[in-house]
């Protein structure tokens, strides 16, 4: 078997071990006589794997246990509308920190739901290469809640701590970094995720609620004209226990045996130690270097999408299909900002980075 070193953004990385043992049972699973996809999803055995899942997600990022857990389908990008109408009357605030194209799109899709959506703050330079403090912004008044993206894919830039807003609710799209270290869940009314980055295979989104957005979902959500569509109720699919019509059964089982090797690695503590040795070592050689030229600010820095650039285009090419030959994948940076971008989500090993720093030095060896 040949498995090169995988710097993709997502779908990204897996375990090695959670693909092998996804192997198995697509023929027969436990006792049903039948192979995983192939059982109903109302099933003792898959609701088991579900009912796993949940736990090991509850106990994984200590989620309070009056938060709900939802599986769903449509992508980290449905959450963008569906959060936005479940949380929102027609004329309610919403606030946005604006930090790259995912909070874009949040917030375009939310100004489909309120006539009050607002950026609170984006770069005045439009150089998304950075993240705000507190200080850079102010919520409004009356705002429901304040919407930022955890970790930005595209431009790797991150939050390295939750940000302050008062009292304001957040809703934090984690799309890119769940589960890669600690995270407050009591200050966030909705966390979301598709899983495909850190959590296992895309088509599942993760979806955590507080009760306070469970019961605006009741009131503001179903209060909008024509009430929620079934399929973008939150409220009904607590209800439902997420089986209101067919989950991804396959993705929720491979989702289960990843946050089993995270508990077994050490959980998330163990997750973040390694992710911050992965990043020390990749943005050490960076900052070494005058042949690269990283792109995310100190501070700002993002520990799972590593972006910088080359001396050139040119370059930037060379050494993206020179180490593509080497064994070292998956490194052209999003085809909206160019550059070069390395993934190191938690599945990425630290030999894997150690792999590309060796590659890259003799690179600017050979080309400087
Ligand atoms: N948010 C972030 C931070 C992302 O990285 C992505 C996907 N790369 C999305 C949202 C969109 O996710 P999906 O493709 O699951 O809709």
Redesign the pocket.
């Known amino acids: 078997m040949t498995r090169a070193h995988n710097f993709s ?2 779908p990204a990385a897996l375990p090695l071990p959670v693909l092998e043992s996804l192997q198995g049972v697509l023929t027969e699973f436990e006792d049903t006589q039948a192979g995983l996809m192939e059982i109903s999803h109302r099933s003792k055995q898959f609701d088991a794997v579900a009912k796993s899942a949940e736990a090991r997600l509850r106990d994984i990022l200590n989620i309070p246990e009056d938060y709900s857990v939802l599986f769903l389908q ?5 959450q963008f509308y569906m959060s936005a109408l479940n949380l929102l009357g027609t004329d309610d605030k919403a606030d946005y920190l604006i930090t790259g194209s ?1 909070s874009q ?1 949040a917030l375009k899709d939310a100004k489909r739901c309120t006539s009050d959506a607002e950026g609170i703050w984006s770069p005045d330079d439009g150089v998304f290469n950075r993240v705000p403090t507190s200080a850079d912004y102010k919520v409004r008044d009356g705002s429901q809640f304040v919407h930022y ?1 955890t ?4 431009f790797g830039t991150q939050f390295e701590t939750t940000p302050d807003c008062g009292s304001t609710p957040l809703v934090a ?1 984690m ?2 970094d769940i589960c890669s270290r600690a995270v407050d869940v009591a200050k966030h009314a909705v966390i979301y995720a ?1 899983a ?2 850190n959590l296992g295979p ?1 088509g599942v ?1 993760v979806v955590i609620l507080s009760p306070w957005a469970v019961e605006r979902s009741r009131t503001a959500g179903q209060g909008r004209p024509g009430g929620l569509p079934a399929m973008l109720d939150y409220g009904l699919m607590v209800d439902k226990e997420s089986l209101y019509n067919t989950p991804n059964t396959f993705g929720i089982f491979a989702l289960d045996r990843v946050l089993n090797w995270i508990q077994d690695q050490g959980g998330v503590n163990a997750m973040a130690d390694l992710n911050d040795r992965k990043a020390a070592h990749l943005y050490g050689a960076l900052d070494a270097s005058e042949f690269w030229t990283p792109h995310a600010l100190q501070g700002s820095r993002s520990l799972m999408n590593v972006t910088w650039r080359g001396p050139s285009e040119d370059l930037e090419k060379k050494f993206i299909a020179e180490a593509d030959a080497a064994g070292l994948k998956a490194l052209k940076g999003h085809r909206s900002v160019g550059g070069i971008r390395a993934s190191t989500y938690n599945a990425c090993s630290l030999e894997s980075v150690e792999a590309l720093v060796a590659f890259m030095k003799d690179f600017e060896s050979k080309n400087s």
Do not use: M, P, R, V
């Open positions: 953004a997502g449509g992508g980290a990008s449905l995912w799109k993206t970790n930005n894919t595209i799209d799309s890119s598709g495909q980055k895309s989104t």
